[in-house]
């Protein structure tokens, strides 16, 4: 009886050990199998057909096997001897996913990077970027014909370059204006605003004469600076970034919270959100809560340019909506403040970077090739509308997002897209942009890594509410700038101020 | 020596119980212990082509943004402070819930109770906290509107941190109560029936069995899960107090913990080594206290001892 | 005692269980009408235990995935299950292991367990360890890491069975029985409340489970549910900002597609655990070793 169990037992372990093995023994014949079938291209020779393993956050659309196919039909075609592969991780986990298969070796070659959460820089800092430099010269030309050449100085560190930009959206001007119902401000007989009294009379104008239940609000868009309002004060143009560092236009770096026009936009929102125009709640307001304001058409105006999606469906959603994107103050000069959000840098582990690089240079030489890779196969996913324009016949679909890859050159727009959204960010402005001082600099944190980290996290905490009116400017500067203080604000600016110097030649 | 003979002998003598616990011995070197050694990251220069072996040693580096940070205190305070609220109210509800049900019959009525006490523990905290907003906000919220119908003030209790130590608490209770229920209750199932008869048939009432007969004896389990939470300790609950409080730095002077700390300080130029950093400061203190709640628990309780 | 005394005691005790027992029903209630609101009607009236208008499109959006949902449904029962039987299978046995009076070791044997729960080196090198052997891409990839076994149920089933009776072991061993035999023919079957306890805590991880999923394997054909309840869920919780929401139709499912994937997650282990309710039962094999 002994026996017999003890053998049982021994035999499943041993059935499980085997099942353990023979799986890693077919992965391992799957892996070799593919490497023989891709070898590396570093031979001089290079016959062989190079797969260039694209990993990004989001989900496979519908189809994505026919899509990524007719983009290697057309890599064959063009005897690019590349293939492409998009590996797809799920948005919730795409920090911790792509982290660990940097940390593990994990081969792959193209990754896109978002100045919003983890920067060029920070991964650099990390060894977790190829350079790619000297491949963007051999094997980049038409990459550089579409990327201008003043944004290659903030891809560039350590002097090498480390990511490609994503240039879908002219940066001047493009975020520092707000979204307004037009319809509205005509109905009740007022003028765009111009200054912070215009826009409390438009808030008050609102409440008052608001039909229907609820009450309208200002959505504020606050993980940003409140670049609209600045356009009021007479110091502009200015650079905030993270609403953390303040440099103006002749290259002095201070603490934001400290400056003049901190106080004057905190006193304003203060005013805002004690006559009830913010909401009460807004800190806590759940993901999503900007959007469903917006589309209920509760709203006094709503930060940014917010003119997503079509006219036709804002009208079902606000049936006589005009919305319109407006700046409050025209006459000042289009301002450009950073080069680029969004890019796609090859990834320290990639067996073959030059072929990623060859990729991207393939995108962007036509628009065919860039309708494939963005748009999916034409009469698909997609239908062609003339230049520029296009519809889906499934509005929820997305393959490869322009954000994420997209270029000014090649982008199309769904027709019934706003035209003013079309002239904000479409349309690539040459004269009339006043640079930031500060636009292609890049801060290296290293030597205050931790007063850095701790002050941006003390933004968050300290910042926000006298930001956003909550608590007001009196009650909380002191507290606030204490804090800020104790964790280190001070010498991150001195040190910034000593990187923009060198960086400036002063 | 001698202690690995004794061992040995010990394997010999009881070949079968080793043998028995084989899996998961081996379950937990290969998935638990194979991954300690990572831990050290936390002393070097995180790089991600350098890898484990070749990285650069710094020390406690990776520990200084963290230590030298103005909110340490009032973070490990409040990690503290709430998991030991957690623990123990958590504790409180489901004994008293598992002791009354017990006393109850086992009809269907019963049989739906308890199931329904499970119901919150499967609500994802990001749903949950959907839920806890409508009733909260101060615009249109459940509670406001009631005070308001009421003629009372309403209460802002997103601006407010004074109210987030109880509102975290009671939502940690609600979502969590079921699980130990269900663990209590099986525990209760086990216990001998002859001390039940035997206070009957003394004369003992409803309120005396539970207080004297059924809490005693689950106070071993209540032990042994109270020592593993300690062991915990020094974890905030992450995926509970980031989707509650989110962003909300209003209400950080009395929810923010370890975790959330962390996660905001090094979400834009952070680094997997600070993490860990701080992981191993989490695990180093939880484990002495473990051990050290165990050695009382030791001499006054031996059942209740975990190890 | 008089009758009346009784009555109302148990009275309140049923009040108190009751209450309790709205207290969790009633935010399900809301979840599940929400799953069924119409999203204009949320944007526009926010939540209601009677919404004005009533809509499937979160519903038919969950299930649009037709055979693929299909097929993982049959991967999540499947992982389930056999993951449910080979976890408790294993935890019993260590249980047994470490409450076995004669194992000298016991104590230390359940410290082994325990530091684990405390230190662990994190995700990078669970997921290096799994590369290494070969549970990636397979359905023992879904199975095995995590969640085969822990040490906290480890610790549920020691506590259980240090309570049965030592006499048991002794008899059994005076009668020639080995461990094993003790084990699976005396200790098992009268520690079942708190192993059917320990399978419904393993199989709520292998239901809820996507994580290994995520991590660990790329085909699609091997992916459980939760995968793609998940992938429905994150598309755009990424970006706080608008773009990533405007897309799509005038009023795209948000808040109504969260909770109907809550509702879909919850509702097959609701059914699991009134089903193991019979296993809550005394074993009947003590009354008959005492006599």
């Known amino acids: 009886m002994k026996k017999l169990l003890a053998t049982i037992i021994c035999c499943t372990l041993l059935v499980a050990g085997l099942a353990a093995c023979s799986s890693s023994k077919d992965n391992n014949a799957a892996q070799n199998g593919q490497e023989t079938k891709t070898p590396d291209t570093s031979s001089p020779k290079a016959e062989e057909v190079v797969t260039v393993k694209y990993v990004r956050p989001g989900t496979p659309p519908d189809d994505n096997a026919k899509l990524v196919q ?63 430099g000297k491949y963007l010269d051999q094997y980049g030309s038409n990459i550089k014909k579409v990327v201008p050449e003043w944004m290659w100085e903030s891809a560039t560190m350590n002097g090498d370059i480390y990511t490609i930009p994503a240039y879908w959206t002219e940066t001047a001007n493009n975020n520092n204006n707000i ?138 959603r606000i049936p006589g909506v005009k919305l319109d994107t407006i700046y409050l103050n025209p006459d000042k000069p289009m301002f450009r403040e950073t080069a680029f959000r969004n890019s796609t840098a090859v990834s320290s582990t990639s067996k073959h970077p030059e072929a990623a690089v060859k990729f991207l240079d393939w995108l962007y030489t036509s628009q065919e090739n860039y309708d ?64 930031s ?40 500067y002191e507290a606030a700038l204490k804090k800020l203080k104790a964790a280190g604000i001070d010498k991150v600016i001195a040190e910034y101020q000593a990187q923009l110097n060198a960086h400036l030649g002063k | ?191 001998d029936t002859e001390i039940y008869e035997a206070a009957r048939i003394d004369g003992a009432n409803r309120w005396q069995v539970c207080t004297r007969i059924t809490t005693p004896l689950l106070m071993t389990t209540v032990s042994i899960l109270t020592i593993i939470a300690i062991g915990k300790i020094f974890y905030g609950d992450f995926g509970m107090i980031y989707a509650l409080v989110g962003d909300n730095g209003v209400l950080y002077e009395t929810t923010d913990v370890i975790d959330t700390f962390m996660f905001r300080t090094l979400r834009t130029v952070g680094n997997p080594s600070q993490a860990m ?18 050695y009382i628990v030791k001499k006054r309780f031996r059942e209740g001892a975990l190890f | 005692m008089s009758l009346k005394r009784i009555v109302s005691a148990n009275s309140l005790m049923w009040l108190v269980i009751a209450a309790v027992s709205l207290l969790c029903l009633l935010p399900l209630l809301l979840i599940l009408m929400i799953s069924f609101t119409d999203e204009a009607e949320i944007v526009r009236h926010g939540y209601s235990f009677f919404p004005g208008k009533l809509s499937l499109e979160a519903y038919s959006l969950l299930f649009k995935s037709g055979k693929q949902m299909f097929n993982s449904y049959g991967i999540t029962i499947f992982v389930t299950v056999v993951g449910t039987a080979a976890a408790t299978l294993i935890t019993g046995m260590a249980s047994f292991a470490i409450s076995n009076p004669s194992v000298r070791n016991r104590d230390k044997l359940a410290m082994y367990f325990f530091i684990p729960m405390v230190f662990s080196g994190g995700m990078v090198p669970w997921y290096m360890i799994n590369r290494a ?16 076994f822990s040490p906290f149920n480890l610790f549920l089933v020691r506590n259980y069975m240090r309570e049965l009776p030592i006499s048991l072991i002794e008899s059994a061993k005076l009668d020639g029985a080995n461990d094993v035999t003790i084990a699976f023919k005396i200790f098992f079957p009268l520690s079942m409340p708190i192993l059917a306890t320990v399978a419904l805590f393993y199989s709520i991880g292998y239901w809820n489970d996507w994580w290994n999923a995520i991590m660990l394997v790329s085909d699609i054909n091997l992916y459980p549910v939760q995968y793609f309840l998940m992938k429905l869920k994150s598309e755009a919780s990424m970006l706080k900002n608008m773009q990533s929401m405007a897309g799509g139709g005038a009023f795209k499912p948000q808040e109504s597609l969260q909770m109907a994937t809550a509702i879909i997650t919850i509702g097959p282990i609701i059914l699991l655990y009134p089903f193991l309710q019979r296993f809550f039962v005394k074993g009947l094999v003590v009354g008959s070793v005492k006599g």
């Open chain 1, 437 to 476: 001082v500060a636009l292609n600099f890049v801060f290296d944190s290293t030597k205050v890594a931790n007063e850095y980290a701790n002050s941006m996290a003390e933004v968050q905490r300290s910042i926000y509410p006298i930001k956003l009116g909550i608590v007001s400017y009196e009650e909380g």
């Open chain 1, 179 to 316: 979204t307004i119902r037009r319809e509205l401000l005509e109905k009740w007989g007022l003028k765009d605003p111009r200054t912070t009294d215009d826009l409390l009379n438009m808030a008050k104008v609102f409440t008052e004469n608001w039909e229907g239940d609820g009450k309208p609000v200002v959505i504020p868009m606050f993980n940003e600076p409140f670049t609209w309002l600045f356009q009021t004060m007479d110091s502009y143009p200015f650079s905030v970034l993270k609403d953390l560092i303040y440099i103006d236009q002749q290259g002095n770096v201070k603490n934001w919270l400290e400056t003049p026009e901190f106080k004057e936009s905190a006193e304003f929102f203060r005013k805002l959100y004690e006559q009830g125009y913010v909401p009460q709640d807004i800190l806590a307001k759940p993901n999503g809560w900007s959007w469903q304001q917006m589309t209920s058409g509760s709203f006094i105006w709503v930060d940014g340019m917010q003119l997503w999606g079509s006219e036709a469906s804002w009208e079902e």
């Open chain 1, 372 to 435: 494939l890779v963005v748009y999916g196969v034409e009469g698909l996913t997609w239908e062609d509308k003339g230049t520029g324009l296009y519809t889906r016949p499934d509005p929820n679909f997305e393959f490869n997002a322009d954000w994420m890859i997209g270029n000014l050159k090649f982008t199309r727009y769904e027709v019934g897209t706003y035209q003013k959204f079309i002239d904000i960010l479409g349309t690539e402005k040459t004269e009339g942009v006043t640079n």
């Open chain 3, 133 to 148: 052997i070969g549970l990636t891409d397979n359905i023992l990839a879904l199975i095995i890491p995590t969640l085969l």
């Open chain 2, 1 to 191: 020596m001698k202690n690995k003979l004794v061992f040995l002998a010990d394997v010999r003598t009881n070949f079968f119980s080793y043998l028995l616990a084989l899996p998961a011995i081996l379950f937990t070197l290969i998935f638990g212990y194979c991954t300690i050694p990572y831990m050290i990251i936390a002393f070097q220069k995180y790089n991600f082509r350098k890898g484990l072996l070749g990285s650069e040693f710094v020390g406690f580096k990776n520990f200084e943004f963290f230590f030298k940070s103005n909110d340490i205190v009032q973070v490990i305070v409040n990690t503290i402070k709430l998991n030991f609220l957690f623990i123990g109210f958590t504790t409180l509800l489901a004994l008293v819930i598992s002791v009354l049900l017990n006393e109850l019959s086992q009809n269907w009525m019963r049989k739906f109770f308890q199931s329904s006490f499970l119901f919150p523990y499967f609500m994802s905290w990001v749903v949950i906290s959907y839920m806890l907003y409508s009733l909260l906000s101060y615009d249109h919220g459940l509670i406001n509107n009631v005070l308001e119908w009421a003629g009372l003030k309403p209460l802002s209790f997103y601006t407010e941190s004074k109210y987030w130590t109880a509102i975290l608490v009671m939502m940690k209770m609600w979502k969590d109560f079921g699980l130990n229920v269900i663990i209590y209750l099986a525990v209760i199932t086990g216990f």
């Open chain 1, 70 to 132: 007719a983009i290697n039909d057309k890599l064959a075609a063009d005897k690019t001897n590349l293939q492409l592969e998009i590996q797809y991780i799920p948005s919730d986990v795409w920090m911790d996913k792509s982290t660990m298969m940097l940390s593990t070796g994990e081969e792959f070659d193209l990754m896109p990077v978002m100045e919003d959460q983890k920067g060029v820089s920070a991964y650099v800092a990390m060894d977790g970027l190829a350079p790619i």
């Open chain 2, 277 to 294: 950093a701080v992981g191993l400061f989490q695990a180093i203190m939880g484990f002495i206290l473990v051990c050290g709640t165990n």
